[in-house]
C-alpha cells in the first residue's frame, strides 16, 4: 500500500538533535517512509490512499518499551482482553516485551524460561494487535542458565533478556548472564528499584554496575523508586540507558529529565509505561509522560517526543521512531482537543493536556483516521480525502 499523509502544519522527527522536518507532506509505501517534506501532485495521487491532516501535527508513533505482554491480546495481571489495541489509539505503534513475567504458571526451569521467549517471540512475529508491532520474547534470567543457552535461543530469534524475576541468591548473579546474552546480540535489561511484587527483589545502582544492561528499567519505580543518590551514580559512572515509566515516581520521573540534560546524555533517556502491572492499564500512559516532563520542567516537548520514539528505537535498535526516509512507517497525527486553552496538538502538550490522537498510521497502513476511542475530539478535520482502498478507516467509536 502507498499512503500519504498531506497538509501538515508541523512534522516532529523523533530526533532530539533536529526535531522538525520542513515541509507538510509524508508519503510512504511497502511500510517504509519514502519522502517527508514536499511532493508534487502527480505522487500524491499516485497513492493509494491520501490523508488530509487539514494542519495538525505529524509525530512518529510512541515506542513503548516496556509492556508486560503475555499471549495474544491478553492480560491476565488485569484480566483485560484487547489492551495492546487499546494502546494504539493513545498513539503507541510499537511495544517491547519487559518479558513475559505474567504468564500464568510461568516456568521457571532454563528449558521452562527458553521455551516461553521463544513461543512469546513466535507467537507475535506476525501478530499486529491494532496494527501494532511487538517485540516479544524476552528470556527471565534464571539459576541453570548457561552460555549454550543464550546462544542457541539467539539463533531462534529471541533478542531480549531480563534480569530481575529469576530465583538467584543476589543480583549480582545475574552478571555473568547479561553477559552472555549481550555476546549473543541480545538487548539486556533489569528491574530497578524497589520490589515490585512479593517474591521478587529490589535492584540498585551497584547492582547495576556490576552487570551492566543495556537498560536500566523503570529507574523512577517500578513502582517504588531507587534511592537518589543512585541516579547519579548511573548517569556518570555507566553508559547504561536509564528508562522512566509512568507507572512510577513522579518527582524522580522530573528530577532524571533535568539531570540528563543537565549532563548532555539525554540520548539514554527513555520513555515507557510499565503496564499491565498492579498500576493497571494505561492507554494514554506514553503521552501522560509526555504532558509530566513538558509542562512540569522546562525539557521543550520535542525532546520528551523523542524519548518515547527515536531514543527508544536507537538503544533497541529498531527501524522505527523516526519521521525520515526510510524508517518504518508508523506515524501519528495529533491535535490539540476542542474545547482546551491551546490551539496546537505541542502546546497543548506543553500545558499539559492531553491531546487528541486524530490517526495512526503502522506499516504505511491507516489503523484509523480521524477519531480516537481514547482521546478527546481534536479541532482539526483529519479525514480520509482519497482512497482506492475498499475500506473503512474511521476506527471503532466510543
Known amino acids: 500500500m502507498k499512503t500519504a499523509i498531506v497538509n501538515l502544519g508541523k512534522i516532529v522527527t523523533g530526533d532530539w538533535r533536529s526535531p522538525h522536518a520542513d515541509g507538510d507532506t509524508i508519503i510512504m509505501d511497502e511500510g517504509i517512509i519514502q519522502s517527508v517534506g514536499t511532493a ?34 491478553y492480560t491476565p495481571r488485569q484480566k483485560t482482553v484487547g489492551f495492546l489495541e487499546s494502546y494504539v489509539h493513545g498513539g503507541n505503534t510499537t511495544a517491547i516485551s519487559a518479558s513475559e513475567v505474567h504468564v500464568t504458571g510461568r516456568p521457571k526451569d532454563p528449558e521452562g524460561v527458553k521455551a516461553l521467549a521463544v513461543a512469546a517471540h513466535k507467537c507475535f512475529e506476525n501478530y499486529r494487535p491494532g496494527g501494532m508491532k511487538v517485540w516479544a520474547g524476552s528470556i527471565i534470567l534464571e539459576p541453570g542458565l548457561v552460555e549454550e543457552d543464550f546462544k542457541e535461543i539467539a539463533e531462534k530469534g529471541v533478542g531480549l533478556a ?43 545502582a551497584s547492582h547495576l554496575l556490576k552487570m551492566q544492561p543495556h537498560v536500566s528499567f523503570h529507574v523512577n519505580g517500578g513502582p517504588v523508586a531507587m534511592p537518589d543518590e543512585d541516579f547519579s551514580t548511573l548517569l556518570f559512572e555507566s553508559e547504561i540507558a536509564l528508562q522512566v515509566c509512568t507507572a512510577g515516581n513522579l518527582r524522580t520521573l522530573l528530577m532524571l529529565g533535568d539531570m540528563v540534560r543537565e549532563a548532555d546524555k539525554f540520548d539514554r533517556f527513555l520513555i515507557a509505561t510499565d503496564t499491565p502491572t498492579g498500576s493497571g492499564i494505561m492507554p494514554l500512559g506514553m503521552m501522560y509522560t509526555i504532558t509530566h516532563l513538558a509542562s512540569l520542567t522546562d525539557m521543550p516537548v520535542e525532546h520528551a517526543i523523542a524519548a518515547a520514539t527515536g531514543n527508544n528505537a536507537k538503544v533497541y535498535n529498531l527501524n522505527s521512531g523516526f519521521i525520515a526516509e526510510g524508517k518504518d512507517a508508523d506515524v501519528v497525527i495529533l491535535d490539540s482537543c476542542a474545547g482546551g486553552t491551546t490551539t496546537e496538538a505541542l502546546d497543548g502538550l506543553r500545558n ?32 480520509v480525502a482519497e482512497s482506492k482502498i475498499m475500506q473503512d478507516f474511521s476506527g471503532a467509536a466510543h
Not at 491520501?50 to 495474544?72: E, K, L, R
Not at 538467584?168 to 555476546?183: F, L, N, Q, S
Open 40 to 73: 508534487s501532485a502527480d505522487a500524491v495521487s499516485a497513492c493509494d490512499v491520501v490523508i488530509d491532516a487539514d494542519g495538525a501535527t505529524a509525530i512518529p508513533g510512541f515506542i513503548d518499551s516496556q509492556i508486560h505482554n503475555t499471549f495474544g491480546d
Open 162 to 204: 531480563k534480569a530481575g524475576f529469576g530465583a538467584v541468591e543476589t543480583p549480582y548473579d545475574y552478571a555473568p548472564m547479561i553477559g552472555w546474552a549481550k555476546k549473543y546480540g541480545m538487548v539486556t535489561t533489569v528491574h530497578t528499584g524497589g520490589s515490585s511484587i512479593p517474591g521478587s527483589s529490589g535492584i540498585w
Open 352 to 383: 499539559g493536556d492531553i491531546v487528541a490522537v486524530m490517526a495512526v498510521v503502522t506499516d504505511g497502513i491507516p489503523r484509523f483516521v480521524g477519531r480516537s476511542r481514547n482521546t478527546p475530539a481534536g479541532n482539526r478535520a483529519v479525514r
